[in-house]
């Protein structure tokens, strides 16, 4: 750690269960996820289908952000509604008044880190099929159906429209919020939100900001999702089963989530409410594939000791730990041979630990086994697999459950498999709760973990 | 590598993945199908498939590995992926 501690001050998640950080944690008690159909349909015609965690009814002009600035953002994406883009700014607005931080003046202490897997692609892609479709085959229907057309097409395009960049963006999103000092736009897959963290962490103990607001957002379409079901790690009932014999794989989440990071001290001068302090995050790059993890590798338990070797802290006082989960069996495993590398075996006793009254309560974390290990649970299952927003839309649900000291149960979590050697919590448990950590082994090898703790 | 390298292939092959799955070498016949006929899942293939790649210092793509799905497809692969090293 530098001389400067960073602390969260604000919270924004735009999720399936709820807008805001209040209506998302009430979704989180409900444990009723908001699971859609979603069914793509080609001049009459069913291109495909699939599950997604969904937002109901969002609309950007019901945030109070600055109609003009939302005008100029259309009118440059030539009159659509870039809903990811929406989401990022609407999630920023929600943090920034989440830490009641003053951005209207001109000349704000606030710097800026989005994490994205690239905004716009997916209305950009269908657009570019649309027209393909059109010019080329339109006048040939009867040779060539549009759904034909649009499951070809979309093969050859998608690798190349991954190109498009993101600065743009970035200056749109800075304008609605007056950012003139340091900003960037990062792209680490799943572990984009760790990665934002850590760099707007590092931005505020190097004194370029005294506060930096980190948002990430997704709105996965069916071009994703045809990618995803030809890897074979997307779910067919829409139910995300993290560690268990019966997964099958992700359910994409519509969303996004922004954090506010602070230099301590400032939050302090200003009396802002403070979440947790970010202890220090680790990183590693497999840099094995880029759709599949290691079996074997020590990177992801390589991020993991280098957060705690970053944050100062031992693994015993990590009360609460919540791992990527994404439900897919090779993914699992690899994640589960991190955590018990580094934590131990979880005893079968521990798959009892919650039964009981709703909440459970518990005394302490330390349930009579030595070494104390965290307890273990996980969100996607509540809100999707929210792509490159996931890690920090579930660090959000994370720092709230510091707040509140309950640990949410992961759901559909019926069929544990005991050749993970790990068991997560099963009801809802108040326990006091004082350390956290976030870990995530994203695509391409970013393997990340991050640490908080309650001050 | 040598010819007589390239001609082991098969049963260098199939010793490793014997040594991974605990069979016997004599069942993996080059027919033998790795996840109707060994029970292997998606955990073990990408063993599989770290062990190899280490072994003959090849990589082998992503998209690849799900499509592999028979130990002569595997011997199939490999020895492609060393033409093409050779050849480079």
Partial sequence: ?455 | MSKEAFDNLEKDLVQLIADITGRDPAELKPEVNFWKDLGIDSIKAIEITVAIERKYKISIRDEQIPKITTIGEAVKVVKQSLEKKDKS
């Fill in chain 1, 1 to 455: 750690m530098g001389n400067r501690r960073v602390v969260i001050t604000g919270i924004g998640p735009i999720s399936s269960i709820g807008i805001g950080k209040d209506n998302l944690w009430q979704g989180i008690l409900q444990e009723k996820p908001n699971i859609k159909l979603e069914k793509c349909v080609l001049d009459g015609e069913l291109w495909d289908q699939f599950y997604v965690h969904k937002i109901d009814n969002f609309d950007i002009s019901k945030f109070g952000i600055d109609k003009d600035k939302l005008e100029d953002i259309k009118a440059w994406k030539e009159g659509e509604e870039i809903v990811d883009l929406n989401y990022l700014i609407a999630s920023i607005k929600l943090a920034l008044d989440d830490s009641k931080l003053d951005y209207n003046k001109e000349n704000n202490e606030l710097g800026l880190v989005l994490g994205h897997e690239n905004l716009g692609l997916m209305p950009f892609g269908f657009k570019v099929s649309d027209l393909a479709y059109e010019m080329l085959i339109g006048k040939q229907k009867s040779q060539f159906s549009k759904k034909d057309f649009f499951d070809k097409f979309y093969r050859k395009f998608l690798k190349s429209g991954y190109d498009v960049q993101t600065f743009a963006d970035l200056f749109h999103v800075a304008r609605v919020f007056n950012v003139h000092n340091y900003s960037l736009f990062i792209n680490n897959a799943c572990a984009s939100g760790l990665y934002a963290l850590e760099t707007a962490s590092q931005m505020i103990e190097s004194n370029q900001v005294k506060a930096v607001s980190v948002a990430a957002s997704d709105h996965p379409d069916i071009y994703k999702y045809l990618w995803f079901k030809e890897l074979g790690i997307y779910s067919s009932d829409g139910m995300i089963k993290p560690f268990c014999k019966d997964s099958n794989g992700l359910v994409f989440g519509d969303g996004g989530v922004a954090i506010v990071l602070e230099d301590l001290e400032f939050a302090q001068k200003r009396k802002a409410q403070i979440y947790a302090e970010y202890l220090g995050g680790g990183f590693d790059l497999e840099g094995w594939k880029i759709t599949v993890p290691q079996i074997g590798s020590h990177s992801y338990q390589d991020a993991i000791q280098k957060a705690f070797k970053q944050a100062e802290i031992n693994k015993d006082e990590v009360d609460f730990l919540c791992p990527h989960g994404v439900g897919s069996q090779p993914i699992d495993y690899y994640e589960s041979k991190a955590i018990t590398d580094i934590f131990g075996v979880y005893p079968m006793r521990y798959e009892n630990l919650s039964h009981g009254e709703q909440p459970h309560e518990i005394e302490n974390l330390s349930h009579g086994a030595s070494p104390k290990r965290p307890l273990i649970s996980t969100f996607k299952p509540y809100v999707g697999h929210n792509l490159g927003a996931s890690a920090l839309l579930e660090t959000a649900i994370l720092l709230l459950s510091l707040k509140n000291n309950l640990v949410p149960a992961t759901l559909n979590y019926k069929n544990p498999d005991s050749k993970f050697n790990i068991s997560l919590v099963k009801e809802k448990t108040k326990v006091k709760l004082k350390t956290a950590m976030k870990i995530c082994c994203a695509f391409a090898g970013f393997n990340a973990a991050a640490i908080f703790k309650k001050i």
